[in-house]
């Protein structure tokens, strides 16, 4: 199995910055895409960037222009870096990665426990 471990969060006044990371471990064979998601309170999960395996990136609408997503593929680790929060960006921020445990096995999605990020006003 994969394992993904976020770390970063915490709280964060408005106009702040934050370094998440997240580090997968375990049987990996290989990694395609990982990406960051969010859930607020209330409100479905959502994604907020990925990269694939060779640097493609795709944004949020929401966080184009502020945040930075970026890997380091020897160390099978994911970095989002955050400029300018806004109280709008506090949620539970989770790693997705998708791997697979064998040259044999099939794609699939592995999920991190989640950092909690808050911002306030």
């Known amino acids: 199995q994969v394992q993904l471990v976020e770390s970063g969060g915490g709280l964060v006044q408005t106009g702040g910055s934050l370094r998440l990371s997240c580090a997968a471990s375990?049987?990996?064979?290989?990694?395609?895409?990982m990406g960051w998601y969010r859930q607020a309170p209330g409100k479905q999960r959502e994604l907020v960037a990925v990269?694939?395996?060779?640097?493609?990136?795709n944004y949020a609408d929401s966080v184009k222009g502020r945040f930075t997503i970026s890997r380091d593929n020897a160390k099978n680790t994911v970095y989002l870096q955050m400029n300018s929060l806004k109280p709008e960006d506090t949620a539970v921020y989770y790693c997705?990665?998708?791997?697979?445990?064998?040259?044999?096995?099939?794609?699939?999605?592995?999920w991190g426990q989640g950092t909690q990020v808050t911002v306030s006003s």
């Open positions: 375990g049987r990996i064979f290989s990694i395609n895409a």
């Open positions: 990269i694939s395996s060779v640097g493609s990136t």
């Open positions: 997705n990665a998708d791997a697979r445990t064998t040259e044999l096995t099939r794609l699939r999605d592995y």
